[in-house]
């Protein structure tokens, strides 16, 4: 799909960047650059991209690294880097077959360095990282979690700390649900991420817990629509996200102060948007 901005000022249009395609795009903490899951048509396959926030200088990121597949990108607030999903390229277990049991891992590419010497890989076992995203303090990463090829398959979101390299589960239900695209609050105390019950795609709500793990998840939205893909805006008050209650997927804004305000962003009336 198209990459597009969209200008909450009042008065301003959205803008396409570039003439590229791609997804799951994340916006510089200075608002200047986007990087995204670009597809490279050509190759009828995936990678890194980032681009200027007027659309231009665009640069391919994942080439000449020892990865395929990268995908999910998310920026670092304070330091030049970000954080995303892709499977190694001397994994000799990846499955091309497409049957999604592909161990995708966590790597971390620092954006001032080049090829190979700034990325880090920052999981390494058998299971499926996806959806990483930085902390607002970039110490940790919270990403999903799904033991594929273990005893224990099932989604669940994590919190690994790239100091320690150790993992804190955030939930911890298997199957049972069906977690996707956490996100940190503004003071680094809590994750907002959609879920689903298991046997149930499409119907996403949208939850907030603390990244410690503790307590219980409350949820923030539940419709009978499908809410996915929350982000937080910088001083923790709003939170956009994805919702197919117009028929099709648009962008709204949710006022967590008022706790029923919702702004719709967007107004596409094809589903493909």
Same mark, same amino acid.
């Given at each position: 799909?198209?990459?597009?901005?969209?200008?909450?000022?009042?008065?301003?249009?959205?803008?396409?960047?570039?003439?590229?395609?791609?997804? !799951?795009?994340? %916006?510089?903490?200075?608002?200047?650059?986007?990087?995204?899951?670009?597809?490279?048509? *050509?190759?009828?396959?995936?990678?890194?991209? +980032?681009?200027?926030?007027?659309?231009? !200088?665009?640069? %391919?990121?994942?080439?000449?690294?020892?990865?395929?597949?990268?995908?999910?990108?998310?920026?670092?607030?304070?330091?030049?880097?970000?954080?995303?999903?892709?499977?190694?390229?001397?994994?000799?277990?990846?499955?091309?077959?497409?049957?999604?049991? +592909?161990?995708?891992?966590?790597? #971390?590419?620092?954006?001032?360095?080049?090829?190979?010497?700034?990325?880090?890989?920052?999981?390494?076992?058998?299971?499926?990282?996806?959806?990483?995203?930085?902390?607002? &303090?970039?110490?940790?990463?919270?990403?999903?979690?799904? &033991?594929?090829?273990?005893?224990?398959?099932? +989604?669940?979101?994590?919190?690994? &700390?790239?100091?320690?390299?150790?993992?804190? *589960?955030?939930?911890?239900? #298997?199957?049972?649900?069906?977690?996707?695209?956490?996100?940190?609050?503004?003071?680094?105390?809590?994750?907002?991420?959609?879920?689903?019950?298991?046997?149930?795609?499409?119907?996403?709500?949208?939850?907030?817990?603390?990244?410690?793990?503790?307590?219980?998840?409350?949820?923030?939205?539940?419709?009978?629509?499908?809410?996915?893909y929350p982000v937080v805006s910088p001083d923790g008050r709003y939170i956009a996200f994805a919702s !197919?209650?117009?028929?099709?997927?648009?962008?709204?804004?949710?006022?967590?102060?008022?706790?029923?305000?919702?702004?719709?962003?967007?107004?596409? &009336? +094809?589903?493909?948007?």
């Open positions: 799909l198209p990459i597009i901005a969209f200008p909450l000022e009042a008065g301003r249009q959205p803008t396409r960047l570039g003439d590229v395609s791609g997804r !799951n795009p994340d %916006i510089s903490r200075d608002g200047q650059r986007v990087v995204f899951t670009r597809y490279f048509p *050509a190759s009828f396959d995936f990678g890194l991209a +980032e681009i200027g926030a007027t659309g231009a !200088n665009e640069r %391919i990121l994942s080439t000449g690294l020892p990865i395929i597949k990268a995908q999910m990108p998310s920026y670092c607030a304070n330091a030049n880097q970000i954080v995303f999903s892709a499977l190694p390229t001397d994994d000799r277990q990846i499955d091309f077959s497409g049957s999604g049991a +592909e161990a995708y891992q966590v790597y #971390l590419l620092n954006l001032d360095l080049s090829g190979q010497t700034g990325l880090q890989r920052l999981t390494n076992d058998r299971a499926a990282y996806l959806f990483p995203a930085f902390s607002p &303090d970039c110490s940790r990463v919270a990403a999903v979690r799904n &033991d594929i090829r273990g005893g224990t398959p099932g +989604e669940d979101v994590v919190v690994i &700390d790239l100091a320690a390299r150790t993992q804190t *589960a955030v939930t911890s239900d #298997l199957g049972a649900y069906v977690e996707s695209s956490p996100r940190w609050t503004p003071d680094g105390r809590q994750l907002v991420y959609a879920a689903y019950k298991a046997g149930e795609p499409g119907q996403n709500d949208i939850y907030v817990r603390p990244a410690d793990g503790s307590g219980v998840p409350r949820i923030l939205l539940r419709e009978p629509y499908d809410e996915a !197919n209650r117009t028929g099709a997927y648009n962008i709204f804004i949710y006022d967590q102060k008022t706790s029923s305000t919702l702004w719709q962003v967007t107004n596409a &009336d +094809e589903e493909h948007y």
